[in-house]
Structure formats: structure tokens, C-alpha cells
């Protein structure tokens, strides 16, 4: 019996995810959006995925969302619970629609390309007391992401309040900054973020992200001032351990102590969407079973194979991750 | 050769038609937009297939839209112009999206569905300020519905505008009324098109349509209530000529002297959405040609030729139309 | 708020379905599958189907079945938990493979082939000592079929224990005979389903199936026997109702004290397979909510709407079901 | 064991087919060719759907064209001795090219429509001398159709000079007049034909032909004529048999001494392309093992089951045949 | 507003390119021609690829071509007016087919190949009394290519007259040598394009052709007679400028003072045809806007780009070729 | 005229290739098993490859399998005959299933991933008493590999009976050992090669597999061992020669007398399955037609041509091994 399925045997959920999950629709592999008539809707939600992610290494997760209560809104959380994952929590409204983006893959040197269509969407409408506050208490950890308070200045409070209510609810906090330019000015994201930030206990972040966050500019030799920023933004926040992506060059975390690493992999990128998330999934199961060296080691091990993977959710098979940390390199199994 | 190749040689634009074009995507025939994750994107826009259907008859026509400098914006444009439709009128903004809406299509008796997300369009917010009146003004028809009004606010005041200075320019006004009941109530649509129907010299509308105008009840007989309705219609409005669509039963006209009729015909429907435009698009045709009664005999045979194409637009062989109305029946041609 | 997304916020198990779930292989309409290289999976399972009709129509329900560890018991899993249902008390084992069946959809008069390939599937070892008999024990109602019976000796053990032990904890019994002649002859049908149908509460059979447990010849005239042979059923078994579904001709069923029937409705069939499974999710919702002419009337408009729908399981929207039963026939809704 | 299956054990050769094989190009159900760019490949043959409707009903045939040595020419051949037709015999050229149409497929009213590009293939530069004849003269029938002396002056002497020499050699010769209307006018068609029916031992033709080649007006009540025309044709080429189809009123043969005749089936449509084929592959087939009466009818149980295939080619189930012979009328097996 | 929608209000036409456009037939990538049966329509034109990537860049273009009145026909202009360019002075005849040919895309070592059917082509009949010279003489550039000469023996008389009234008119010139090996031989191709060269005021040519042209054996180290070879063209045809394309190593230009060079960009190849055609718009396009070394830039960038789109056609975004001559290397923008 | 279509012309079988063929049902490119609902059915048979890839070089060669007769059965049969190879010695029979298996592409580091569902297969009942021992005789050679020994009890016993008795009818021997780790352990594999390696005349082996015959651990530095092995793999089992294939460094054979070896190729890589079973075959074309270091030039051409075809069979043309082996590097071809 390969590990994948274990999952489905364990109740109680230890992590719960917030935030908006969209559908995405791209034409295929290289196609234009201009030109191409057939598309594929695929699931886009930066939470969700994390929560799809901890399913599939065995945490049970749940997800909270607000939809309309339509066929598209249904279509969303059919995605997400056909992994595992509760939505039972999910708010249904008869108000706003579903946001939607479009992507263009792209070829390099021809970037890939996003057309957000997400304005007045029914999770830019979320508020704190939407929330059932019973079932986010009954949970370990409630992981959040910096899209929520861009979505709309109803969500920028929302955010800030259901950090709070979580904490003092018991729960624990991870948060991604997830830093999306394309829906606000670097001093309206840290002016929110500043607000929210101080509530984490794991609060994650691309090397990229943390420069705008620390309103740094971006240098040629960055790899030099990666700990440094890494130390500034656990001063700053004082989380129980902040974690710095880096691409291919895998990841770093500090928690006060110590400095630990994780070294990134080569591999065949199918869709680099969402990989981002897979390493959150990766780093709560690791840092939950094991500490923060496992955190690191199972979130690089998560975001290589999500690459791998044409959808944006991490359906990464258990096996797989523990092959590839075990160092084994099959390339066929027959 | 065969006729559909003649109008390439035109040069003239004749007919100038004016709305909204929006994307529509649906999943495959009989698939679920719950379940399906394959969709298909439609040129979806009630003028620009009257100016299509016009151009597949051998008339040169233009269309005019408000869309986002954008791949989305683009590709509605391509779709149009690709028919040789004149689309160098077209307003481009910064502002706006392009309107969608989702189609599922059902299987009876399950119905067709549509969602629409067409809020926030850049359709919405056209002004007849925005247009190039010299382009309009050369043309001999301006042809509108009664979906534009019922876009938004601006709309509802830009269509009575445009369609007052388009008579003053030496325009004819073609207009079909073409009531969309998730767009606005049977009151406000009523309001809206009072004041924009007695610039029309042709108006058109289904049987059910030219009830809601009328404020009427939907009757079991209301085959015995046509010509009342349409003589109705033809005083208040007092056209040059007021066409009533029956679906199957055929078509009725009347222009203060004579009652004109065209049969309907038997088919296999393959998409029923657009027939009406198809509809307009071979009236216009037959009445710019050759009068009434060729009108409604093109525009029954368009109607019935676009519901076995699974596009929205009447992308019609002429041969075709030609040898219904000749009452030529070949199943194959080899 | 369309009235399918309601299931989301009710929590407790109300009806238990179990049974064996296979992978269907198909490929598209019409094709062969001995010169098709394409196939589309579907999700084959009668018992899985009542449980997702179920959930579409706002009863929580679970399933129960055996599996293999492996990437298509997942699949089967997951195709069926997207909607809702629960199968946290799924068994996974790491003998046995998953069932699988080929279908080719013919055209008239070519008839749907099947072709069976489900010797050895992990769900034909299923014991009554692998199930979790808390989570059963708290459930309203089981739902058995014919086909477990069929699959392998010790299913045939299995089933009779099953029923049993459910009765015993209190749970009712809801048993579909579905007859599969490619499994087993008559008589040893009769033999094994003698055994477990005086356990049933309610007792389902189509005519043919019903006469086949009767030992009868089928009939030209058989409208004439279907109320005798009900009352026969009902009386050797006992059940609270039996109830027989007669196709287009529609369903009636027997409680001892009243004959109820429901009317069938035209339709445009698009696949017939889980129709049945259908019926039986609309008599459970009706039976339970509002009575047994209830039962037989959503049992009808869901099996109707099922057949208009491509997959095998009855991914209904609930507000089609309402409007069919209130008699209104809309055929585009825009 | 599906008697389908039969066909692999036997291994000499009873009836060779020579005709010209091209490839069909074909968008989707309904689409249009100038709209659509998914074209899939078919295989476009009349003699060669006649061989393989012979294997699969159980008699090894061989197929005989001319085709250029390319992938094309490849293609053709793979897709005809997939199905068991011996091929070895086919005659490959460096000169000429693969014959191309394309076909869109239509919905009433809109009709079926060919675009023929076979000009200048290889299959049109066929002479009598490219032939093995040791391969012909070792078969019993050889098969022709109207089209072969249609395609080129070249093949229009060849036809004649292969008929002749045919016979001489022992063959039987079974001839479908299969006229094409966009490939020759009717008198040229008359003379061509006047020279090579007289070769005949089986002549077949549609109702429609058979008024061609006999110089008649098409008739409305055209019943009446079947049987005088089929004299008629039988009088003036004195083959064994004349064999006229009449769509789905059935066929009818004379032998001299009697009329048969068989009926037609209801059917769901999915292909009429190659309908004509089938027929012969039955006809043939009946007449070589039971005589005339089983001729027509395993021809239009061969038809009727042809036209629910997406193929030209007659990929039929032999148990399929027997079903509908035998009158079993069964939808779903399982 | 996106750089690419600025086009659709430009109006005069400055370019027209003339020469043949065919369809072409493709499996998906790696898939054969003998093995799969969906192929996809592609447009297959050089010069219309010219035209639809000047419309690109913002200048408004015509496209001339020859073409029979039929589906075909008219589905290669819809393929080329789509994008803008105006095809109103296409001719029209009764006569010929559509050219048509076959691509494997084939991987290395597997190469990609070709099958041409495009004998007897409509294009291959083109006279210059076929053309409306007004259009012709309205534009400031006349494009053409050197597979026109190469199609029939009329064609090769068309194309010297055409170059010669063209000039006469006051239009200029640019040509494309674009030798075509399966089309006619070296020195047919120099003899013909000896008489059509002196033409020209922009001549470009690969590599590869420059040394048929001049007769030179292809050498190992052929970077070393670049410019030698360029300025022996530049001498021999006196055109303003000459341009030698070098596949990855960029391009250099004289004209008759300074060689100008441009370098050639990583990439990511999806589809090489059509990437000499996009290097001439983008000549053209900066060229006509800023002179020769922004000729010679925006061809690299174009042509860089056009391999990374699965078309034939250089559906390039005007934002990617700007940002790529900037130097900024996006991969992901969100 | 290519090559490839040469061997339509020869008649006599020179080599027989027998075992089992599977379908093998796989998800598109880079897509999971679990999510994706769409599969290709490919033909999955080691031997039938190298029967097809002989017919590719042009030597006619039979397959010999055992078969259920139903439509998987046909379509296994027909998808091997469509190229060319006799399967007319084919064995049906009523009982058994054809075998399956379930690919996944993966992408790296995602491995390649295989479900077999091959238990209980016709193939596995297959004795030597079923075999036609005529048709076995009159050929040249027998191609057996190390799969059939595998699948039973009963295959173990008949492929060593097979192999015996094939010499004894004056047949020669060519032995792939195949190993296949989920079919049986390295000793049982052992122990019952060590019976019928001693009837080999080729014996043919990857290095990984002899490794395991010679029950050696893989070690760093293989490359040293591999002509020491295969030494020891000629003088343990005398087969006329031994041929050891070494991935990417190219293969390399001993006779006795002397080492023979062939370098690999770059290669983009499409599909690996079948690469081994394209090395026989042209292994066996170059060693019947001109001796060891040819069979070793062919067989790396074709494996390497082998893994840029999506098909598991050598669908190769010879053209392409031929301007391999010549070191013509073409990328296009026009």
C-alpha cells in the first residue's frame, strides 16, 4: 500500500487554510490566449493548495473560502475536497462571483502571463464574523497568505482580525507573504502586512518578497544578504522561526538559534505555479512531525515535485517526496 | 466559386452594428460546467453576428465595441474581423474587462444554462462620445438591440443618443429588441426602450419579447394574438416595418400595408444560441436588396441554417441559404 | 443561491452506501473500442452513485469500499469524495486490484457493449469483520445492491452478515436487486438474494430483474403483472415497501396498504447507465423527507435527469429536479 | 469467442478488391471546414471497405491499389490490413500522389459536403499491366466499382482490360456502379460503363444509378419502377445477378428467375459514408455461402450497422450481423 | 493598454506582400504521419506571415494571393485578415486548389519533415494581369519572396514582371531569396532570381541560400565569409541594403557604407517555420521606423520570438519583443 | 520511393517473435494516473515491437500471441498487423483477459510509473502444444524474451519446451532477457534463464539485467566490468554471440573471437519504453544481412530513433536509421 492513502483514515483536522481559490483558465502548453479557442480550468487558490498539499503527506486539513452558490462556486470546492480536504467550513453566499485569471504558459524567452479578472469576487468580500470560530479553534495551526489582505480593504481588517481571534483562540499561526504586484504598491502591502505579521509563528517568504518587505533594493549579489535579511525579519516579527525561499537555491529558516538549510534539486519544470504553496505544505508537515530541519528539507522536496506537475495543487504522491529525500533517482519503475 | 467568396470584393461598409461582444465558454455538448474541465471559448455577441451574417451574404459591415487593450480584447476583435467584418472603429481602453459568461447546454429536460460575469464590462461604459461619427455616418444602417441599454446606466442613456444622432447623420436604425431578463426587469426595460424604438425603421422581436413590451400576459393561444401584437407595435412605434419571430412557426412582418409571413423549416438544432441575430442579418439582407418579403425569407433561412452550426455566429455558406429557399433538399454532395 | 451548495453545511451521516466501485474505460460516443486509442475513466459504482445522488440533493451520506494503495484506488476515492461524500471508513488494502470495465455506447441498433474485467478486485474479498461498524452503527440507513452478492463467494457471505449486523445496530435497510446476468445465473441469484432480501426495508427492482427473482418468463403483455408481481415481493419479504421502476413507463410501489406510482418524462438520453442508481437516490431523499409518493416522484426526476448527463453518476442539480416535478419546461434560462 | 475473431485462421484469398484508397479529412461532428482546425484522418475507400467488411465477416479478401511511396501511401495501407485485408499485392510508385477529400459533415438542413483533391494521384496512372495476375487468378471473385474508370482516361482503358482479363483468368467479377456525379457527366459515365458491365456476374446499384445508367428522369413515385428498372439492367448485361438498393426501403435482386428482396432497419445515423460498401461486403458474403436471399439480407444488416459507425470502413461485429438477423433487439449488455 | 491593440486604428496600407499561402497539415508534436490520424489546420504562408507580423508591429499591411472560391479557399484568408491584414485585393477563380502540405515535427535526432501537395495550385497560376495594380501602387513596399518564381513557369514570368511594374510605380521592393531545395534545383533558382534580384531594395537571405545563390560549396568555417558573401551580394544586385541571416548567431547587414550586426537570444524552440518570415517584419518594421540596425534588431527579436509559438504566423506581442530588446528577462508575470 | 515501403512486397516469414501483448493505458504527457481522466491505449508487447520493427527494416516477420477473442483482443491483434507483421498463427481463446497496464510519464525527478494488471492473462496459459509448429519451422529465427518465463507457472515450463523444440526444427534463437523486477524475484529469474539461455544463438542483455543473471551487485564503476560480464555471459551459455546494451554508451558484443561494439547518440527523449525491443530488431536486420558490428549499428540507430516516437513500437522509417548511421544530422527537411 503506497503511503498516499494512509490519509484517509486519520480525523481530527490539525491545520486549517483561508484564503481565496479562484479558477484559472490556460490554453495548453505554449498556446496563446489570443489565438487558441480550447481552455483547461484548473483550481488557483495559493491556501487551498497548501491545505491539498498537507492531505496528501497525511495531516488532515481544512479550507475556508467564500463562494457563490452557483455551479462554478461548486466547481471550486470539488477540486479541493476530492483530495481530502474538509470544506465543510466554506462560507456560501448568494453575493459576487467567483474570481477567475488567465494564464499564457510561455516559452522563453516569451513569459508566462496572467490576466486577473478578480475584481468583486465573493472573497474580497470575507469578513471575521463570517467564520465559524468553533471549528478553527478546534484546530493546531490556521495558515493564512499576504493575497487575503490585497484582495479588497474589507479583507485587508478581516485579516488582521482573524490573525488575532485565531491566536487567542489557541491556534497557531503560519503565514506567507505571497506578495502578488499586480494587485498592490509595495507601501500599502507592508503597511498591511505590518499589522498582521506580528501574529505569526511561522512566517515565510521569498528572498524576493522579504526585500520589498524590508523596502530593500534588489541587488546583484543577493545570496550575501540572505541571512541578514532573514535575521532582520525574525527580529522584526519575532515568529518562532521565519523561513526564506530561494528558488533553486533552496531555503533557509532561522529561529532565533540557529540557521538551517535545505538545498534545492534539479528537475523538469512542468508548472511552476503553486510551487511556492507545495513548500508550505512541505515545511508545516515537516516542522509539525519533526522540526524546522524537516520543515525545510520535506517544503524543498514538495515544491521540486510540484514542478513537475501540470495542475497547481501539489498531488504529490508520499513515496515520491521520501525517494527524493532518500536521494534515490529512478527514473523508470517497471 | 462559390458566392460566400464574393465579398471579399466589396468595399463599402453598408451596415454598422453596435454592442457588446463578449467571450463565452462552455464545456463540451451535454458536459456539466460543475464537472468539466474542458472549455471552449465563443465569439458571444448579438451585433457582431448580425455583422457577420451580414458579410456572409455579400453586405459590408462594420462593428463597433468598447474593449480592454488586452489578449481578451484582441481575441474578440479577431474573431470578428476574421469574417471580414470592418472592425477599424472599434474603441480601445485601459479601463474595463472583457465581459464573459459561462454556457452549459443541457440535454432535455435539462436546460441550457448561461452564467453571466459580464459586470464591470468596458461594453458598460460606452458613451456616445466615444464613437467615430464620420465612419457611422457613411454607412446607410445603423443596426442596435435592446441589450446595450441594459448594460448599465451609461448605456441606457448612450443608446438613445447614439440612436437619435445616427437618424440625424442620415442613418437608418435597424433594432432588435432582443430582452435579456437577467439583465433588468420587464418595467425598466420598458422605460428604456419607449424612448429609443421611435428612432427605429425597422424593428424586430420575438413573440414573447413584444409581449413583455406590451405588457401582456403570456397566453396559451397566442398564435390567434400575433398580428394584433404586431400591428400594435408597428402604431406605436410607427416604423418603417415591425417584424415578429414565432421560432418554428415562422416569421410575420407588417409595414402599414401588408401582412408578409415566411414558414419556418425542420432541422436538426445543433446550437440554438444566435439564430435570431442570423435572423436580422438575413432581413436586413433580403429588405436591402429586394424588399419585405425577401427579408423574412432570408431571415428564416439564416435562423434555421445557423442552428445546425455549433458557433454562436451565422457562419453561413450562401449556397446554402440559396438552395433552402429554392427548396433544394440534398442530404450529401459528392 | 442555487440550492445544490446547501449540502455543504449539514454534517451528520444519514445513509451508508456501500459496495464495489470500479473504473470504466470508454471511448467517446459512437466509437470502437477495438479502433479508439482514446478512453475516458469514469467512476462505476451503483452503490457509490446512490450516495453522491444523495449528497445533490442535501443528505449527507457516506460510502464504503475496498481498495488497493495505489494511484486508481485513489482515483475511485477522490471521484467520489469530490462531491461531498464522505469515505473516511473506506478499507485499503495491499491485495486485490481495482475492478475495472470497458464500455463501447453503440448507436441503435448496435447495442452498449460491456466488456467485465473485475475478477480479483480488492472488493470481492470485502468481510463484514474489515468494516467499521461505529461508523455504520451511526447512520440511518445502509444501502446494499444485488451486485455485491455476485462478486465472489465471500462476498456472498459478507452481504448476508452485513445486512444482518446493520439491522441489529439499529440501522434500516435499503437493498437494490440489480440483477447482473454476466455475474451470476438466475438461480443462484435467487438462492443468495433469499437470504439477505427479509432483512431489506425497502426492497428496489426493476420489472425484469423483479421477474427473474420470480422465476417468471418475461411477458409480452407484463404492464398487466407488474402490480401482482409487487405484491408477490412484498408479501415473501416484508419489507416496509417494495418497489418496482418499469422504465419509461415509470415506477409503483407497495407498502401493504396502498399501490403509489409516479409518471415517467420524455427525454433526450445521452447515457442510461446509473440511471437506476438514481431512482434510488431520489426514493431514499423523498422516502426519508416527505413519504413514499415522494420517493417514487424524486426517484423518477432524478433517474430522467440522469440520463441526460454523461457521467454514470448523478451529478444533479437540485433546482432541476424541483423544476421538473413543478412541471416546468424551460429550455434556455438567460 | 466472438466469432469476429474467426477470421485470423483462414488463410487463402477469396476475394480481391481494386480500387483507389485516399485519405478523408474531416473536422468534427457539425463543424465547419472553413471555422475549424482538429481535422481527423479517415480512411476513403470503396473497394477496400468492401474487403475489410469481408474479413470481418469471415472472408480473407485482398485489396489492390496504387499508391506513392510515403508516409501517406503507408498510412493508407496500414489502415486497411489492420483489419486482416492481405495487401502484399499493392503497387507502390515514385510518382503520383495519395488522393485527398475533405468532408464536412452537416445537419439538416445543412447537407454533407465534399471538397474533392484527387487529381493527379498515384491510383489515377493504374494500368492492367502493374497487376500481379498470378495473385488475382488465384482468387475467386474480384471486386470493381464505377469509380475506378471515373478517375482517368488511363484507368477508364484499364477498368475494361482488367474486367476482361479477369474473367479469362477465372475470377468471378462483382461490379457496384457507385457513380460520381462531380467526376464524370452521365453519358460519359453511360459509355464507359456499357463497356465493362458486360464482364459482370454481380451488378449493384442504387436506385438512383441504375436511372442514371439507364438514361431516366428521377421520378417521385419511383416504387413503382424498382423491379421494371432491375430487368431492365438485368436484361441488358446478363450478369448472374442485378442488385438494385434502395435506401432504407431495402434492396431488391433479380436472377433471371426471381425477385428477392430485403428488407431496412431502423437505425441512429451516425456515418452514411461507406454504407454502399457494406453492403456488397454482405452481399458478397451471403451469395458466396448461402445464395442470394442471404446476400441482400446479410448487405443490409451490413449497411444498417455501417451507418452507425464513425468510419467509412465497415468495422462491424459479425455477432452484431446475427443479432439483428435473428431479430434480437437489445440495447444494453451487461 | 497593451501595444499590440494600437494597430486596429491605422488605416492605410504601407506594405503589401504577395505570394502563395497554403494550408498545412500536422499531427501533435512527435506524433507521425503514418501512425496518428488528428491533424491540425495550420496557415502555411511566408509572405502572409510578413503581413500579419507587420500588423503586429503597428504597420498596416495587404496580402495578395491567388485562391479558389471554396472553403478552403476562403479559411486561408479568415487564417490571414483575422490578425488585421487587408486581403480585400486577394484574387478569386474558379480554377485550382488549395496547396496543401504535411508536417512531422518530428525530434532530434528525428528530423522534422515535409510532404508538399501543392501541384496545381490556384497560387501557381498567378499572372500579373491578375492584379489590382491601384492597390498595389497606393503602398509604399511591395514584398516578396523567391518560392514564388519557384511554383510554376507562369509563376516565374509573374514574379520578374511584378517586380518590374511594382518599381515602376513607385513602390520598393524587399525579397526574401527563401530557396525551396524540393521545389527546383540551384541553378534553375540562380538563373530566375538573377533576372528578379535587380529589383530589389532590400534583399535577405539565410546563410545557407547566399551560397546557392553565389554557388559557393557550404564550408566548415563559413562565419569567416559572412560579410564576404554579403558584400558580394550587395555588389552583384545593388540593392539598399542586403541582410544575411545566421540562424543563432544573429544577423549583419550592408548597405553599401557599414555592416550593422544584431545578436541571436536563447530560447526555448516550439516551432522554427515561419522565424525568417517574422525576421522580415521585424527588417521591415524597423527599417521603415528607425533604419537599419533597428531592422535588424527587431528581426532578431521577432524571428526569437516566433520560435516559441506553436503557429507559423508571428502572433508576437509587441510589449515581449520590446521588453526583449530592452533586456528584460521576465519568466513569470502575476 | 522511401524505403519503408519496400517490405510490402516480401512474402516469406524469416523471423517469428513470440509472447505476451498487453494494452497499456496511459494519461498524456507529464499528467497523474490519479487526476486525469483522459487515457491513450497503446500497444505494450516487447516481442510484437520487434516483430514490427523488422517489418520497418524490411524483413517480413510473425507474431505469435494468446488471445481472448473479444474486441481487446482484435484491437491488440490489429494494432500489430496494421504494420505489416503475419499474426496468423495467432491463438484465440475463451478464456483469459488480455492484460493491461497502467503508465505514468512522470517528469523528473518524478519518476516513470507502471501498474501491471496483467494476473490471470490469456498470455499466461500459453503451452507449447497451442503453437502451430509448421508455421514456427519454416522460419529463420525465433525472438523469445525473459518476459514470457515470468508471467506463470505454466509459461516457465512452455518457454523452455518452446525454446527446445524451435532449435530441434532447425530454428535459430534470439534471447532478450527483459528482466522485470515486478514479475518475479532475481533467483527464480535465475533459475529458470539458466534452463533456456543454453538454446540462445543471440543472447541479448542490458547491463543492469546481466548484472542480476551473474548475481553481482551493481557497482560505482561499472563500465570496467561490462566486457569481463559479458565474457562470462558467452562462456557460460555459448550462444553464437552475447550483446550487452549500455544505455547512453552505446552497446557492445562478443562472438568468441572478437569485441564488437557501438557508440550512442544525443537524443531528445519521447518515450523509452520499447527502446530495448527496437535494438533487437535492428540488431537482428544488421546480423542477418551483414554480420555482428552491422546488427550492433542498427540496433543502437533504432533504439535511439525508438525514444523520440510516442509509441511504445518502433514505428521507425528506415530513411531516418539510414541517415543516422551515415551521420547526416538534418533537422528540417523542405
Known sequence: MEK???????NAIRVVCLGETMLMFAPPRYELIERCDQFTAYSGGSESNV??????????????????????????????????VDTSACI???????GIFFVEWGAHPRPLKTIYDRAGSAASTLE????????????????????????SETCRQSTVQIAARARAAGCKLAFDLNYRSLLWPPDEARRALGRILPYANLLIATEMDAMMLLAQKVDQDRSSQREKNLET???????????????ADG?????????????????????????GDAFDAGLLYGYLTSGLQAGL????????????IP????????????RLLAGQGLDIVR
Open 92 to 98: 456560501w453566499t448568494e453575493h459576487g462571483r467567483v
Open 128 to 151: 471575521a464574523g463570517d467564520l465559524d470560530w468553533d471549528y478553527i479553534g478546534r484546530a493546531e495551526w490556521l495558515h493564512l497568505s499576504g493575497i487575503t489582505p490585497a484582495l
Open 4 to 10: 498516499g492513502c494512509k490519509n484517509a483514515v486519520e
Open 233 to 247: 525579519l525574525f527580529n522584526t516579527f519575532s515568529p518562532d522561526a521565519a523561513i526564506l525561499t530561494c528558488g
Open 51 to 84: 491545505a491539498i498539499g498537507l492531505e496528501r503527506l497525511g495531516i488532515h486539513a481544512g479550507w475556508i473560502g467564500k463562494l457563490p452558490g452557483n455551479a462554478l462556486g461548486r466547481k471550486v470546492v470539488n477540486g479541493i475536497r476530492a483530495f481530502g
Open 251 to 275: 531555503s533557509v529558516a532561522y529561529d532565533g538559534e540557529q540557521m538551517v538549510r535545505a538545498r534545492g534539486y534539479d528537475l523538469q519544470v512542468v508548472n511552476r505555479l503553486g510551487a
Open 297 to 308: 528539507d520535506y517544503g524543498m522536496a514538495m515544491a521540486t515535485l510540484k514542478m513537475t
Open 311 to 322: 495542475q497547481n495543487t501539489p498531488l504529490i504522491d508520499r513515496t515520491d517526496v521520501e
